[in-house]
């Protein structure tokens, strides 16, 4: 195998035909029949005043060519299999569920939230009625968090595991197979659903069960283990084998249950802010260096990041081509995210600007555990009262958030509840409001336009990462007191998106099939 890179034309860079003829061609070959080629990596490099894409090409010769794994193929049929209780069917709960196909164990996967579909009508609630369902919302219900909030698989997790092999199997439910190239693979929220029901069906058709509008509301801890669940409130499931928690990270009642059953966790860094929006041609200009977008090229998005007084300010979650959701996961709270559709075609740009924060900025006592989740909770409360009750969300042009003065009107946006303005300085706290406007010049050096009133800032960006973490052990992936019980993903703290709670599902899936191996004295 050779690997060859070519240069295109942004309108170049989409026919997978054409690149490969031309990687041949630059080495001559291309009327060769004993060479084959296929594109391996496509990345956009946008420092000159004409983007191009660089493309990795693989010359084969064709003798030595073999197609790409189909890993689906590897799933057994696990009807009568040992059980493993997975709470949370979000990437991390669905790929441990996947993993446990491959490894020949039953996964019982358990949701609060509603099937992928029937999401949709609470989803509409919260936008068009102002009504939180608590347990069916863009948080919570099948698929996660991530399946309506825009659906980006790009990661830094590439020690965590096999990043194709999670993206393969996404191509093999349903995603396209340019995520198995591009530098910043994204499905995008329309997609997504019909991906997620098709990983139900795997699970299903292989023996596997899922329950929906689940809630675990208990569990009882015997010997150091979980020997029972309590589901809605009514039902007592015995646990036999081992518990995946994987709930993600705004399940706050889940962290009570098990600081109520005396399970020690920890608190923990997050990150809490704003999210900024812009027109998406404006960002382009600034990017692209050019005033209408090429052809051939998609909506530019931006990173971010500045260290002020200590901390870091940067971008969160960017959004091109996208649009500002409420995010509350409970009534009498403003949270917001953002997500994309697959063509990332919105007029608008958001990305969250967010302050990373340390325990000690929010906790003058390390051993509280929930004093991360109480000042997350608090913001959220408080922006929510200045309000009229409903979902709309506080905002400021940009403009006006540095001057410190309440807007006269807002630029248009995209986010459905509507925004209402006021001074964001008086709803967020000190530190995180000084900071940010600390920034912002910073973030105007490197990206000129940044600052410009057809921004808008919008209360409040709070759930970048879960502000508790569920402790395991490094090897066994095992909570370190309580034996079988596997804290997961991000709820537990330990993954930051749709592709690392994936890898940690498949990882915690593994340790699960070697405790359950191991003879029963042994276990401890």
Known sequence: MKNITVTLKPEEAWDRDQICEHALAQIGEQENPNFIARVDRRSLDARSKRPVFRVRVQIFERKNWKPLPRYSDEFKHVEHAPKVIIVGAGPAGY???????????????????????????????????????????????????????????????????????????????????????????????????K????????????????????R???????????????????????????????????????????????????????ALGVRVEHPQALIDEIQYNQKDRQPGLPASSYKLVQQIDGRGVYSFCMCPGGLVVP?????????????????RNSPFANSGIVVGLEIGDFSSDDKDVFAGLRYQAQVEKKVFEAGDGSQQAPAQRLTDLIKG?????????????GLVSQNLGDLLPL????????????????????ITEEAVAIATESRTSSPIRI????????????QGFFPCGEGAGYAGGIISAA???QNVAQAVAQYMNQPTENRA
């Open 95 to 193: 790929f441990a569920a996947l993993e446990c196909l491959r490894l020949g164990l039953k996964p019982v996967v358990i949701e609060r939230g509603k099937d992928v579909r029937a999401r949709r009508r609470d989803l509409r609630a919260i936008q068009q009625f102002h009504e939180v369902n608590p347990n069916s919302n863009y948080c919570f219900g099948e698929g996660g968090a991530g399946t309506y909030s825009d659906g980006k698989l790009y990661t830094r997790s590439h020690k965590r595991g096999d990043i194709f092999r999670a993206m393969k199997l996404l191509v093999e439910h349903g995603a396209p197979e340019d995520i198995l190239i591009d530098s910043q693979p994204h499905i995008g929220s329309n997609k997504l659903p």
């Open 195 to 214: 991906i997620v029901s098709a990983i139900r069906d795997t699970i299903l058709d292989h023996g596997g069960q899922i329950y929906f509008d689940t």
């Open 216 to 270: 675990l509301t208990d569990v009882k801890i015997q010997d150091s283990k979980i020997s029972q669940i309590q589901l809605n409130e009514n039902e007592w499931w015995d646990i036999p084998g081992p518990l995946i928690l994987a709930t993600g990270h705004s399940a706050r009642d889940i962290y009570e249950i098990l600081h109520r059953r005396k399970v020690h966790m920890e608190s923990k860094p997050f």
């Open 327 to 343: 995010a509350a996961t409970a009534p009498g709270e403003i949270v917001t995210n953002g997500m994309s559709l697959s063509k």
């Open 405 to 417: 003065k309440v807007s006269t009107d807002l630029p248009k946006h995209s986010y459905i509840p």
């Open 431 to 450: 530190g995180i409001m000084q900071r940010i406007l600390k920034a912002l010049p910073y973030f105007e050096k490197k990206m000129k336009g940044f």
């Open 471 to 482: 402790p395991r052990d490094k090897k066994t992936f095992m909570h370190t007191q309580v």
């Open 503 to 505: 890898l940690d599902g």
